[in-house]
């Protein structure tokens, strides 16, 4: 026994050192026992409340497993085949892990689940695992899971990019459902939030990787906001975001200005200080410029307020602020920009936050605040989704259809059309009436017919998902998307979307789709390829006409709308306040409830912060406003500009090489995937900069990558594979070329 468990425990200290310590360390209880099945085989129960739980068959484990594990695959078959990931819940002795992998070979990466450490012990000292826990594509999670499980966690970074089955033991099944349901939950929502992120580096990847060259100079002046931690201990904090009820509170702010440091999200300065209300911080993290337009028009307003901003913030934000600018640096450092890293090499790293209004929660703890107030963080859906006046914002409509209901934008409110806007969509639409017949003549005289068929079909499916977009936008789309196939039968040219990646099963628009345009001999106007820009905007928009409105609680317990982004908005203010452990209160009447913020009234309010008082300028003290100062940068400009030629060069070079006559695929294909692995170990900083400028590209090659071949011939699976990387070297060079031109401008 101790020879087993010490092979066990040695195998685990090589791969999670501090895991392996805290199970040496685990003191084992009395009711947790090893026995053998009634064929010799191991098994273990577990006594509670005077009765024994055995976690296997008392007869023969290995054969109730394998009848599991067949069961498993019968019922879930088409999963099985698409899977290139599997979660299994439960460990025990192992035997439904081994039959699992033994039967589902083409897995990628394989996450197991014990939740009983003291269990697992028990097992260690019996069983030999050494094989499960060595092996390479396996990774164990002990003990209780939680999203940070699946954040932190290598082998979980690409379950939104493969097919995902979870995997339950036959006594998980039996025994705990409730934490089967808490796991399946938290996958899902881990899975959406690897989306909401891939989603937002597509609309923004670009944006924001030229925002960092353009920001370089404030990298080099402007210190980081972390001078500032620990510096107003105990000094109460307001943290003021957009939402709706906002209007509700301003008179109570005025009241209590003098009470607190404020600190608001930049879309709600407007309202501020069109109120009369100057807050002493603003938060601003956003790419694009939409909401920025205010600060550049009336920049003499930022002065004395100190400005906190990331490193892809809109620059026009930047360099219009008369006030005293910090940056905060967020995200892993392993992805981290590589300025960033000169500028600021030993600076503690904010964690990802989905919100500017996240953002401002986050300062205010590290400054020190307490007590810390949200106001104006509704995260639900009224009439409107942000604050009247707010430099954002959406009148909203919700609509049932077929007993659900969806969230349906009526404009902005600056009166200004939205590129969402349904009515201008069709508008747009109407106008292209002729050039549309043309174009379906011009490819196949029965297509029109197919498309008609086909959308009858299907537009229950589409209409929630496209929002009340037109049949005209439906086929714009189809005969937007780069060479389609032209199939026999709508269900042919359904597959064949599908196929190309371009939508789901569920009639889902993916975001990595091809928006080029193959003309066919077609002349198109500038007019129409902008009207195809729109169209492109619209689908791939995390905030779509027709959004799927979910419901969740308030904290009266009443369930009210929300949108699946402010659900996890929600969220992520839920994990920051449990692990930082924050004394939090949420001002608000109507808005969803955060737990971990308790809600109050504007009277408690004003009772909580009787005794507290502060100066104007407590902040603009602590700060001052620096010079923007280019000429630190000059140098590392210089050096990476002269690594990405070297680059460019080695590109050329790979593809003389592919080009050789007589070469064969799978020469090819390893010589391109050799080249890849040697940018990442060659040129890691520049790799780095380049995957954030070609975001969908790198989601369609990593989502290709995890797809299973295994019932193609390999023939067939070395073209697609030499195919996707072919793709994704001309992406990277592109990619390089781009990095070329904005690091030539920069250091100019």
């Given at each position: 026994m101790k020879r087993i468990y010490t092979q066990n425990?040695?195998?685990?200290?090589?791969?999670?050192?501090?895991?392996?310590k805290s199970l040496d360390d685990l003191a084992m209880p009395s009711e947790y026992q090893y026995v053998a099945a009634k064929n010799g085989q191991p098994n273990s129960k577990v006594t509670r409340d005077g009765k024994d739980y055995y976690y296997h068959s008392t007869y023969d484990p290995q054969k109730e497993s394998s009848k599991y594990i067949q069961t498993y695959y019968a019922d879930h078959e088409q999963q099985c085949l698409n899977a290139a990931f599997a979660i299994v819940i439960g460990l025990g002795c192992g035997y439904h892990v081994f039959d699992l992998i033994n039967k589902v070979t083409w897995l990628r990466e394989l996450i197991i689940i014990e939740p009983d450490m003291a269990l697992f012990k028990t097992i260690l000292n019996h069983v030999d695992l050494t094989e499960l826990i060595s092996h390479q594509k396996i990774s164990f999670v002990l003990g209780d899971v939680n999203l940070d499980t699946f954040r932190n966690l290598h082998a979980a970074q690409w379950l939104n990019l493969g097919g995902v089955i979870i995997v339950p033991s036959l006594f998980m099944t039996n025994y705990a459902k409730e934490y089967l349901d808490k796991v399946n939950s938290l996958v899902a929502e881990f899975i959406q939030e690897k989306d909401f992120n891939a989603r937002t580096y597509i609309k923004c990847g670009r944006p924001m990787l030229e925002n960092q060259f353009k920001n370089i100079p404030f990298m080099f002046s402007c210190p980081p906001v972390n001078e500032l931690f620990g510096k107003f201990e105990g000094v109460p904090c307001i943290c003021i975001a957009s939402g709706p009820s906002l209007n509700d509170y301003l008179e109570d702010l005025k009241k209590i200005r003098d009470k607190a440091i404020f600190i608001c999200a930049d879309s709600a300065f407007k309202v501020l200080i069109e109120n009369g209300i100057k807050p002493d911080i603003v938060t601003a993290i956003d790419p694009l410029p939409g909401k920025f337009k205010y600060f550049e028009e009336n920049s003499h307003l930022t002065k004395d307020i100190l400005l906190v901003a990331g490193t892809t913030t809109y620059p026009g934000m930047l360099t219009s602020w008369q006030g005293p600018i910090r940056i905060m640096l967020q995200g892993s450092k392993q992805f981290g920009f590589y300025f960033e890293d000169v500028a600021y090499p030993c600076v503690e790293r904010f964690p990802d936050f989905h919100t500017v209004a996240l953002s401002s929660l986050m300062i205010a703890d590290k400054l020190g605040g307490n007590p810390i107030v949200l106001v104006g963080q509704d995260l639900c859906l009224g009439k409107t989704d942000h604050v009247q006046g707010a430099s954002i914002g959406k009148r909203i409509e919700i609509l049932q259809i077929n007993g659900k209901y969806y969230a349906r934008p009526l404009g902005s409110f600056s009166g200004n059309r939205s590129i969402k806007d349904v009515e201008y969509v069709n508008s747009l639409i109407s106008e292209y009436q002729e050039l549309r017949k043309k174009w379906l003549s011009t490819n196949d005289d029965n297509l029109l017919p197919l498309l008609e068929s086909m959308w009858d079909e299907v537009k229950v499916i589409l209409i929630p998902?496209?929002?009340?977009?037109?049949?005209?936008?439906?086929?714009?789309?189809?005969?937007?998307?780069?060479?389609?196939?032209?199939?026999?039968?709508?269900?042919?040219?359904?597959?064949?979307?599908?196929?190309?990646?371009?939508i789901n099963s569920d009639g889902k628009i993916l975001i990595d789709y091809d928006c080029r345009i193959k003309k066919n001999n077609l002349d198109l106007d500038a007019k129409y390829s902008k009207f195809i820009s729109i169209l492109s905007n619209i689908i791939s928009y995390p905030i779509i006409p027709g959004e799927p409105v979910l419901l969740v609680k308030d904290y009266f317990d009443q369930n009210i709308p929300t949108l699946s982004t402010f659900a996890l908005y929600i969220r992520a203010f839920e994990s920051y306040i449990a692990t930082a452990n924050l004394h939090v209160y949420n001002l608000t009447s109507r808005g969803a409830r955060i737990n971990g913020a308790i809600r109050v009234s504007a009277n408690e309010i004003k009772e909580l912060l009787t005794s507290y008082s502060i100066s104007g300028d407590l902040i603009t003290n602590q700060v001052k406003v620096l010079s923007k100062i280019t000429d630190n940068a000059t140098e590392y400009i210089t050096q990476v500009l002269y690594r990405c030629n070297c680059l460019d060069s080695e590109f050329a070079n790979i593809i003389e090489k592919i080009k050789m006559p007589g070469i064969k695929y799978e020469e090819k294909y390893s010589l391109l995937n050799d080249f890849r692995g040697e940018i990442y170990r060659s040129y890691p900083e520049i790799a780095r900069m380049i995957e954030v400028h070609i975001p969908a590209e790198l989601l369609r090659y990593t989502k290709n990558n995890f797809k299973n071949y295994h019932r193609s011939d390999s023939g067939e699976i070395i073209k697609k594979k030499y195919a996707n990387e072919l793709r994704m070297l001309l992406a990277v060079q592109e990619g390089n070329k781009f990095m070329i031109v904005k690091l030539e401008a920069a250091s100019g």
């Open positions: 425990i040695s195998a685990l200290a090589s791969k999670y050192p501090a895991l392996a998902k496209l929002g009340y977009l037109t049949y005209d936008a439906f086929c714009f789309f189809i005969l937007a998307c780069s060479t389609i196939v032209f199939c026999n039968n709508p269900e042919e040219l359904w597959n064949e979307l599908i196929l190309k990646g371009y």
